[in-house]
């Protein structure tokens, strides 16, 4: 039960640090030393011992340096990671066991990230894919062996405009640590999408994705698409985009399907899925009831569990 336990502890994380814009958790107390900086991307370590977050000083978002920090969940043994001064240490990520972390390094101030793991023992750390793309949200198999992370196509750094809005074109890959070769899960483009997860089931893997341009639209103009193309998209999904798919035969299955006939809401959503038991629980955020187990609410949001049958 110590990883469910986790698991519910890391989304309740996620979702009041989205309420308090990243600014902190009511969860844990704040540490001293890092109450004037921008903390996010919080998670917990499979003991439940200790947090760890992005740590950014405040200024001009493309001129922050951001580091790794962590500390007792009381506030207490706060841990800043020492790095490269002209590097950026963000999103990391717990190893089944505890003893590494997974994050992404930016040295160079454009879209462009390597994934690194670090040994939280020595803090000696290493590249363990260094392409020049836009890697996100890397995350660990169950058995360590490799990694599973999203990859964007498109960024303000390789089209006209600057704007971050300009980030889509979303795939999944994975990681190999042992041979070093990375793996394109997914050709989907999709417009945008959340940390995957492998359950504990093989291969399989969940996430959230919106709007795969790569079935629906027009690949050349993914910004346009016909109201026959939306209305397909809509009739077979609904509002749901949370996504589970086998590594090995790559089926799409969608995991539910929200009706919102039976919310007071008018648009209803699930985002941010995070596996448990072995695959057969599912964890994310909605505002739209009658998909699972309501566990935690806040606001117009809440916690979900759904068991998978």
Same mark, same amino acid.
């Given at each position: 039960m110590r990883v469910e336990r986790n698991l519910v502890a890391v989304l309740i994380l996620l979702i009041t640090l989205a309420a308090c814009g990243g600014e902190g958790?009511?969860?844990?107390?704040?540490?001293?030393?890092? #109450?004037?900086?921008?903390?996010?991307?919080?998670?917990?370590?499979?003991?439940?011992?200790?947090?760890?977050?992005?740590?950014?000083?405040?200024?001009?978002?493309?001129?922050?340096?951001?580091?790794?920090?962590?500390?007792?969940?009381d506030g207490g043994n706060v841990k800043l990671y020492r790095k490269p001064a002209h590097h950026s240490w963000l999103e990391a990520m717990f190893s089944p066991d505890g003893t590494e972390v997974v994050f992404e390094l930016n040295d160079t101030g454009r879209y462009s990230t390597k994934l690194a793991i670090m040994d939280l023992v020595t803090e000696k750390w290493r590249i363990v894919e260094g392409s020049d793309t836009y890697k996100i949200w890397p995350s660990f198999h169950p058995n360590g062996k490799k990694l599973i992370y999203a990859a964007v196509a498109h960024t303000p750094d390789n089209t006209e405009s600057r704007s971050r809005s300009n980030l889509y074109g979303v795939d999944i890959h994975s990681l190999n640590l042992a041979t070093g070769r990375t793996k394109a899960l997914t050709d989907y483009r999709f417009k945008s999408a959340s940390r995957p997860h492998y359950t504990g089931r093989g291969d399989e893997f969940v996430f959230e994705g919106k709007l795969p341009m790569n079935i629906?639209?027009?690949?050349?103009?993914?910004?346009?698409?016909?109201?026959?193309?939306?209305?397909?998209?809509?009739?077979?999904?609904?509002?749901?985009?949370?996504?589970?798919?086998? #590594?090995?035969?790559?089926?799409?299955?969608? #995991?539910?399907?929200?009706?919102?006939?039976?919310s007071m809401v008018s648009r209803g959503y699930s985002i941010g899925p995070i596996p448990g038991n072995k695959g057969n629980i599912l964890y994310f955020e909605s505002n739209v009831g009658i998909i699972g187990k309501l566990i935690n609410s806040q606001r117009s949001s809440g916690i979900w569990k759904r068991e998978k049958k």
């Open positions: 958790s009511a969860l844990f107390k704040p540490p001293v030393r890092l #109450e004037k900086a921008k903390i996010s991307n919080s998670v917990v370590s499979p003991s439940n011992e200790r947090v760890m977050a992005t740590y950014c000083p405040k200024g001009p978002a493309r001129s922050r340096k951001c580091h790794l920090a962590a500390w007792d969940l629906f639209f027009n690949p050349n103009k993914p910004k346009y698409f016909t109201s026959d193309q939306i209305g397909r998209y809509t009739r077979k999904f609904g509002k749901n985009h949370i996504l589970i798919i086998n #590594e090995i035969d790559k089926d799409w299955i969608p #995991e539910f399907v929200i009706d919102d006939r039976k």
